[in-house]
């Protein structure tokens, strides 16, 4: 059949990227990387709604969705990341009505960052920025050429713009416990140990504040030497940016060790330009927490109980609700926690009435008494995502399809709450 | 917009732009406009407003209501959220205590017989962020102010003084992010501050572009003018929060002087509190709001807003990345930054004005001394939204303008700095009731440019506020808490006609219009398709093809087409 290519814009990761283009006759991608191609590829669906694995209507799953939320008193409202932001802002909406608990994927990854913004706010940019202007990038505990394929080269690496006219214009230092496939593309690599970025980053700050004399030979498995050269490299780029995965946000440390890297790009804005940024994961995690924010106040956790908004986390969060077995029934959209969670808060949303919205069957369809088939946004439905910086795009619908969107169904199912509440 | 009817009875009237000054009338309203009396029959809903004082809506043409800055301010403290103003009910949950959330900021407008809030600051690459979070405002109607003075394109037709692709790009500009008008920001500052600099002066040269600050706002201003917008430039100085900057703001001024316009203001100089300092330095900084008074007063086509602080919690949110990264050092508080591709910067500072803090109480009697300075005609009242503090307490400023009797009260409570360092303890200027309607009503609306808004005059929209408060008896001057308590809750709040609160409760939750602005047919709108091209395959990390926002995409989008 003839190519019919059109633009589209990626919905797996959170480089967003918007210069693909998908042949919607042959159903295939071309200049996606691996991940984006997989999203993009015929995929195995959930082929209908399902109540307790029999095949029934949307209406019906939907019906019996509205009755579990209502009838709960406390139910858990979880995932988001990889929905539109209009979707999100009815769940926002339907969480409120229903006075559950929102929380979304952030909760288990990136969530430390929002803690240190809470701490000392966030000195970032946009990837164009990096991309026209950056002649150094730290990636520091995270791996993009796999985990964000094509970042390196639209925005961070090799990316050409204002003053960045060549790859050799762009120092590359990647700080990782590991010899990653990103450390490869890196002029300089840092391996340190497990658990040691906090103290590594308090060296830096030290000798760039020249206080070198306070910092041991080896920190965190890493030469005296070399710090300094890093700190030399830093303070001498016109203008740099750390970018920071999961490696930072999920060791030792948490939310402390990017707070003390908050404070070191602090330091280094006054003798230089710095920014740091996360590597944030799913195509729209940071709508799912964007959308809270202005509608309730905040961008996870959060908890309607008591007919207003409340963020605690550590006690709001899905797994410490899960754990505490403090909801009594569950919408999972738009990620896959059974298959991710610990195994305590599978076993209780094992326990409990569990409705799915997703596109694609996962380890979550196997637990979920309601099963609600939905459209895949950037392909067949539209609406608002937020790429890892905060950049809107208006990802794209380009194939017809007979499943609902996710903001349908969840429309649909907020009118049923409101019937069903009277 | 409502097709009842209203019959608003015997309600003693304020309407500026009509010359009406507490005349006892009555207003009809049809299908969400002001109409004649003949017009209405059948089933019309009166509301006695014996006794009362009706206006037209509140119009608050600079606050920061949507968008990245004010939603990273959320993000950024929670603690600002623990204040509940609502529980979940027939309306939304609404909390904040400054920083509030979407549902609150239309509620709280509402409550307070304000209608209509422009967002000032709109980065135009998060365009479409900005209209989601005015899309989650109910109540009131909307637009917001894309920001140009450091968007490369502009820069970079300054410096080549191709004048016809800068109006086409103006043009263009709006109309992909679904703007209302021109907004800078610290021209030039803020691409200086992607060096660590900052642009100080007029005559400081933009790193790469060989163009200074001057050259800017002449030349937006030039074709601001060229393109006949409703709103002129509407600019944020250079230097803001420095002891002496007021030079730098009327030298600024002065750059609008060869331009006119018979309907509105060609400049628009926003929150000139902190852009009014006299002094060299924080040890001796002083009031220099009566020079900069007394230019605004000489010349007719300027405009500015107050920017007055309110003692208590804020949140510093600009366009001003470079300041924004002073007032951190300043005050070794939290600091967000967002350098934003090739369009500019943006920062987040929380802060708390406290009345015995020199600096603070100076700032919040600079901000009195400009409003009781300028002619009613040319000032209007803001608080630069979160950035003075809460638009709630605007009716706190209302009636500290009308009253020294206030005035002298507060000066008690603040650092005596303020007696030798500002005018503000020997100003006697007491606004009246009228000119301090004026200027929260029809002045922002003229300066604005919305013919419908902001009177009472038939065929302006129906957004009108009652007030618990007789203009006849009310001596504001020594009433001043009578007058505060008033404005702070409306009797009723009516919006395009429907009665939206009611004393203090919200009756009806509805969705205003967010305003564009189509100025395309005023230009040669080819002449920059191949630069544009250019500079996004170049400059940009995203397609050409996926900038801006489509009016299908916004709730109630309205395009007002540039004759």
Same mark, same amino acid.
């Given at each position: ?11 797996f ?6 210069d ?26 959930i ?15 939907i ?9 709960a008193k ?10 539109? $932001? ?16 929102y ?25 164009g920025?990096?991309? $026209? ?13 796999e985990?964000?394929?094509?970042h ?18 762009r ?21 340190i ?20 004399s ?45 707070? $003390?890297a ?6 280094? $804005? ?27 106040g905040y ?10 908004p ?14 505490r ?12 926690p ?9 076993a209780?949303l094992?326990k ?70 009277g | ?8 009875k015997?309600?003693i009237?304020?309407?500026?732009k ?33 006794n009362?004082?009706?206006v ?12 990245s800055k ?7 403290r ?16 609404s909390?904040?205590?400054v920083?509030?959330t979407?549902?609150?900021?239309g509620?709280?407008y ?16 998060g ?7 005015l ?23 300054v ?49 790469g572009?060989?163009v ?89 086509n300027?405009?500015i807003?107050?920017g007055q ?29 967002k ?8 920062g987040?500072?929380?802060?708390a ?18 409003g ?14 979160p ?21 002298e ?6 650092s ?16 009246t ?16 440019g ?6 009472l ?13 007789n ?8 009433d ?15 919006k ?10 919200l009756?009806?939750?509805?969705w ?46 309205e ?5």
């Amino acid at each position: 059949m003839a190519e019919e290519l059109v633009n589209v814009i990626c919905t797996f990761c959170g480089s967003v990227c918007d210069d693909v283009l998908f042949d919607v006759e042959n159903y295939k991608g071309k200049k996606f990387c691996k991940l984006g191609s997989g999203k993009f590829s015929p995929k195995e669906r959930i082929k209908s709604p399902m109540i307790d694995g029999k095949e029934v209507s949307y209406e019906e799953a939907i019906e019996k969705a509205a009755e579990i939320l209502v009838n709960a008193k406390r139910p858990l409202l979880y995932g988001w990341a990889s929905t539109v $932001n209009e979707a999100i802002r009815l769940g926002v909406i339907l969480t409120e009505k229903v006075g559950g608990i929102y929380d979304q994927c952030a909760s288990v990854c990136h969530a430390p960052g929002t803690l240190a913004l809470i701490e000392e706010g966030v000195p970032g940019g946009s990837l164009g920025e990096i991309k $026209n202007r950056a002649d150094m990038v730290v990636f520091w505990g995270s791996n993009p050429l796999e985990a964000h394929p094509r970042h390196p080269m639209r925005y961070s690496v090799r990316a050409k713009g204002l003053l960045i006219k060549d790859r050799k214009d762009r120092k590359v230092v990647v700080v990782d416990v590991r010899k990653t496939k990103s450390a490869n593309m890196a002029d300089l690599f840092i391996k340190i140990k497990p658990g040691y970025d906090y103290p590594i980053i308090s060296a830096l700050r030290a000798i760039i504040k020249g206080e070198e004399s306070a910092v041991p030979s080896e920190v965190g498995g890493v030469k005296k030497e070399l710090l300094k050269e890093l700190a030399d490299m830093m303070v001498n780029a016109k203008y740099g940016a750390v970018l920071y995965g999961l490696g930072v946000t999920q060791s030792r440390g948490r939310d402390r060790n990017i707070e $003390n890297a908050i404070k070191l790009i602090q330091l280094l $804005n006054r003798k230089t330009r710095w920014i740091i940024w996360p590597m944030r994961g799913h195509y729209n995690v940071v709508g799912a927490g964007e959308v809270p924010a202005w509608e309730a106040g905040y961008t996870y956790a959060i908890d309607f109980s008591r007919g207003y908004p409340r963020f605690s986390p550590g006690e709001f969060s899905a797994n410490e609700v899960l754990q505490r077995k403090d909801c009594d029934a569950a919408l999972i959209i738009a990620s896959d926690p059974v298959a991710h969670f610990p195994r305590a808060s599978v076993a209780h949303l094992k326990k409990i009435p569990v409705i799915q919205i997703d596109p694609f069957p996962n380890m979550t369809t196997l637990v979920s008494n309601v099963v609600i088939p939905s459209a895949v946004a950037g392909i067949e439905a539209e609406g608002t995502a937020y790429r890892m910086d905060g950049i809107p795009f208006r990802v794209k619908k380009v194939v017809e399809t007979e499943y609902w969107s996710d903001e349908q169904i969840l429309e649909k199912m907020l009118e049923k709450v409101d019937q069903l509440m009277g | 917009m409502s097709d009842i009817m209203l019959h608003i009875k015997n309600g003693i009237v304020i309407d500026p732009k009509n010359g009406v000054n507490a005349e006892k009338m009555d207003i009809f309203v049809k299908n969400g406009k002001i109409v004649e009396e003949s017009e209405v029959s059948g089933e019309v809903k009166t509301i006695d407003a014996s006794n009362k004082l009706v206006v037209a809506g509140g119009f608050d043409m600079h606050a920061h209501i949507a968008g990245s800055k004010i939603n990273v301010g959320r993000e950024m403290r929670p603690e600002e959220m623990r204040t509940v103003r609502l529980i979940a009910g027939k309306f939304r949950a609404s909390i904040g205590r400054v920083l509030l959330t979407s549902p609150a900021i239309g509620y709280e407008y509402a409550k307070m017989g304000y209608t209509t809030a422009f967002e000032a600051a709109q980065p135009p690459v998060g365009a479409l962020h900005t209209h989601e979070e005015l899309d989650a405002i109910p109540m009131i109607d909307k637009a917001a102010l894309p920001v140009f003075g450091n968007w490369h394109f502009v820069l970079k037709y300054v410096a080549e003084k191709d004048f016809e692709k800068l109006r086409a790009f103006i043009a263009w500009a709006l109309e992909r992010t679904k703007g209302f008008g021109v907004k800078v920001v610290n021209p030039g500052g803020v691409e200086a501050w992607m060096y660590g600099g900052n642009c100080k002066s007029l005559d400081d040269e933009v790193p790469g572009f060989g163009v200074t600050p001057r050259e800017i706002i002449t030349a937006l201003i030039q074709e601001t003018e060229n393109l006949n917008l409703c709103h002129s430039v509407h600019l944020h100085c250079n230097n803001l929060g420095t002891p002496g900057n007021y030079e730098t703001t009327i030298e600024s001024m002065k750059l609008a002087s060869k331009f006119s316009n018979e309907k509105r203001q060609v400049l628009h100089v926003t929150h000139v509190q902190f852009n009014s300092y006299a002094g060299s330095s924080w040890r001796d900084v002083a009031s220099g709001a009566a020079e900069v008074a007394k230019y605004v007063n000489s010349v007719d086509n300027i405009t500015i807003d107050m920017g007055q602080p309110i003692f208590g919690h804020a949140t510093a949110m600009t366009g001003d990345a470079p300041f924004q990264f002073t007032l951190h050092k300043l005050t070794g508080a939290r600091w967000s930054n967002k350098d934003s591709e090739i369009e500019g910067g943006a920062g987040i500072v929380p802060i708390a004005y406290l009345p015995k803090n020199p600096v603070h109480a100076l700032q919040w009697a600079i901000g009195l001394e400009l409003g009781l300075l300028v002619d009613s005609d040319k000032v209007v009242l803001s608080t630069d939204y979160p950035n003075g503090g809460p638009f709630t307490e605007y009716p706190y400023v209302m009636a500290m303008l009308m009253s020294k009797k206030m005035r002298e009260k507060e000066l008690e409570r603040v650092s005596p700095y303020v007696q030798k360092a500002t005018n503000l303890p020997s100003i006697d200027v007491e606004k009246t009731l009228y000119e301090v309607i004026h200027m929260t009503r029809s002045l922002p609306a003229r300066v604005m440019g919305m013919d419908s808004k902001g009177h009472l005059g038939v065929g302006a929209d129906a957004d009108i506020a009652i007030y618990d408060l007789n203009p006849l008896e009310v001596d504001p001057s020594n009433d001043f808490e009578t007058v505060y308590k008033a404005f702070k809750t409306a009797v009723y709040t009516i919006k395009g006609g429907e009665i939206i609160a009611k004393e203090g409760e919200l009756v009806k939750e509805v969705w205003g219009r967010t305003f564009w602005v189509d100025a395309r047919n005023k230009a040669a709108m080819d002449a920059i398709e191949s630069d544009l091209d250019d500079m996004f395959e170049k400059y940009y990390s995203l397609q050409r093809v996926n900038y801006g926002v489509e009016e299908a995409w916004i709730k109630k989008p309205e395009r007002l087409v540039m004759g």
